[in-house]
């Protein structure tokens, strides 16, 4: 499975940028990767997903590092709704998900 | 446009029992995954099922098992319960096809195995 390394835990000011860093230093050429979050033992909830280039979306933006070995899930004005676990997961052609333990984003008035 | 269902929302059970688990999936969607979650930890895939076959396994043993039918929907069967297996299991739902296989899960099933 490939892994990746995000940070336990992060604060975020309510209506700044939140900006969750990922590595996936072993990720493969044909490898997506993904962003999830779980908001209070909810059903994890698709935020965003990217191969090479830049994607953005109604809900976030994510940024791929030219190598692929790293990204980072921008919220571009938090609220306390996005208080939750964010999950970064590499993932290819029906391959299971493997989730990690995530990074818990604080957003905090 | 129904999201993934699981029932039930919540079940106990005791050490040495038998559980079923159900879920369907999102309209459209023929591949079902399940996923258990113990308490502070990340979801830990289990299976996942395409055209009525198992396609992927993850590390369970073989007290978990699984079905899909026709219609897509799922189930998951626990046997010989465990206190460990006490989690909550999800259900996640895609399509069956290389390049579309964003899961969307439903809510979960709390188990408490006692």
């Known amino acids: 499975d490939a892994k990746t390394t995000q940070p336990p835990s992060m604060d975020c000011a309510e209506g700044r940028a939140a900006n969750l860093p990922c590595n996936h230093s072993?990720?493969?050429?044909?490898?997506?990767v993904y962003w999830y979050r779980q908001i209070h033992s909810q059903g994890p909830q698709y935020i965003i997903h990217?191969?090479?280039n830049n994607e953005t979306n109604e809900m976030a933006s994510l940024i791929i590092t030219e190598d692929r070995k790293s990204s980072t899930l921008i919220l571009p004005h938090a609220t306390l709704r996005d208080t939750a676990v964010y999950y970064c997961?590499?993932?290819?052609?029906?391959?299971?998900?493997?989730f990690g333990s995530g990074t818990k984003l604080n957003v905090k008035p | 446009d129904a999201g993934v269902t699981q029932s039930p929302t919540h079940l106990i059970k005791t050490r040495g029992q038998q559980v079923t688990l159900r879920c369907s999936p999102k309209?459209?969607?023929?591949?079902v995954s399940w996923y258990q979650q113990a308490l502070g930890q990340g979801p830990q895939f289990i299976f996942q099922?395409?055209?009525?076959?198992?396609?992927q396994r993850g590390n369970f043993p073989d007290r978990f098992s699984g079905h899909q039918f026709p219609n897509y929907s799922s189930e998951l069967n626990v046997n010989a319960l465990l206190l460990g297996d006490s989690a909550l299991y999800l259900c996640?739902?895609?399509?069956?096809?290389?390049?579309?296989?964003?899961?969307?899960f439903g809510p979960g099933t709390r188990l408490l195995v006692l």
């Open positions: 990217g191969l090479k």
């Open positions: 996640a739902s895609s399509f069956g096809l290389a390049g579309q296989e964003t899961q969307y």
């Open positions: 997961i590499i993932y290819y052609n029906f391959n299971k998900f493997y």
């Open positions: 099922y395409y055209e009525e076959e198992e396609r």
């Open positions: 072993t990720i493969s050429g044909n490898e997506y």
């Open positions: 309209s459209g969607h023929d591949t």
